[in-house]
């Protein structure tokens, strides 16, 4: 069994945690426990009532919807780093998704009762919460505004900038290089496309310098990346 990393600076490198004082994170801590997906595992599924949170430390979890026509809707790809199942722990409703491992995953789980009683006793961690829930809602904002308002050059450039800033920060270097371990079929369903259709996008970024492929390696050029990403309207 995995030893519990009592280290405030890791538990930090998760946004939910990062107002989060010292104290608090040894409670964190404490009511956290190791779990092992293997790859395909369903985690849980729409409807499910939201028992406990996720805190993933290595591999991947994909979030989708299943259409009434039984076509796969991938909403996220979640890596490590990344919180899951926090929304039906905190506002009481049932998974809002489908939760599946890509591939093998490992990770912390912490149950909704502990979670809540933490939060109870310390209210500046209830603050930085609602920080958290803003900063969720301006993102998934921004992603109904990409897929809405851009065509899809932009919208492929938008997410290479978005991968590269969770990697880099905001502040991005004049060029940066991008180890993608989604496949193009799972990019397209990020931003609501097909998977010829990306193919055809990432040639065209390609041919016009904004970035180069070698050896599974994406050179990214991001001064060009940012003009396709948002063109002038002229």
Known sequence: MNEINKSAAFWRSFPIFEGFSKETIGEIAAIATWRRWPAGTVIFQRGDEGTYLIVLVTGRIKLS??????????????????????MAILDGQPRSADATSVTATEGYVIAKRDFLDVLTRNPTAAHAIIHYLCTKLRETTEQLETIALYDLDSRVARFFLATLRNIHGEELPDSANLQLSLSQSEIASIVGASRPKINRSILALEEAGAIRRNDGIIHCHIGRLQNIAEPDDD
């Open 65 to 86: 919807l299943i259409t009434p026509q039984g076509k796969e809707l991938s909403l996220r790809q979640l890596e490590a780093g990344s919180i899951l199942g926090e």
